[in-house]
């Protein structure tokens, strides 16, 4: 009967597989950008000379997903560069994700003196520097004064234009991030398309 009805109104048919078509791509795109990747656009100069405004970026959310199925918290690895939710983001006030490296973890002892970090914890009681390993990409000197532990469920982040006030950051005011605020880490640079990388 149903089916003798879609039969006589073919409009009504079309428009019923439509409907069904278009409720399918959002429900598959609400998904995906829930679990295996977003795109962000960079605006500030808080990452340069490694990412610029208008660089499009994919963050790959399956680490964060796999996380979540364990009913565990993603941690990124030290120096990877992380998007997450502003944890002081009010609406209409200010940026509501960010971009940032990863400089210390829970537990750990973040100095900043004589223009330059220093990370303490119980596998280098006397330090070292987390900027070894990021191929120079951070820029130098870095501004400011910290002497701070991170909480526990924590991170503590930099920008890495790191002179002056160019990035809001754990250093001045931004704080330590929370685990649970974290988009994902970011996985490739997909425009400009002369400058397509991998992170």
Known sequence: METAFLKRHPM????????????CVLIGTLLINTFVFRSFSVVG?????TLYTGD????????????QIQNKSYVP???????????????????????KRVIAFSGERVVLKDSKYTVYN???????????????????????TVDTIVPSGELFVSGDHRQASYSYDSRNGLGTIPL?????????????FDKIRSF
């Open 12 to 23: 009504i048919k079309d428009a019923f597989s439509i409907t069904i078509f278009i409720a």
């Open 45 to 49: 100069p808080s990452m340069e000379k």
């Open 56 to 67: 499009r970026l994919i963050v790959n959310r399956l680490p964060v997903t796999w996380s």
């Open 77 to 99: 690895d030290r120096g990877q560069i992380i998007v997450f939710k502003n944890p002081q983001f009010t609406t209409g006030l200010g940026d509501e994700f960010i971009v």
């Open 122 to 144: 119980g596998a280098h009681p006397d330090g070292f520097n987390p900027d070894d390993d990021n191929n120079g990409e951070p820029g130098s000197p870095t501004s400011g």
């Open 180 to 192: 649970y605020d974290i988009i994902g880490p970011v996985a490739i640079r997909v425009f400009p």
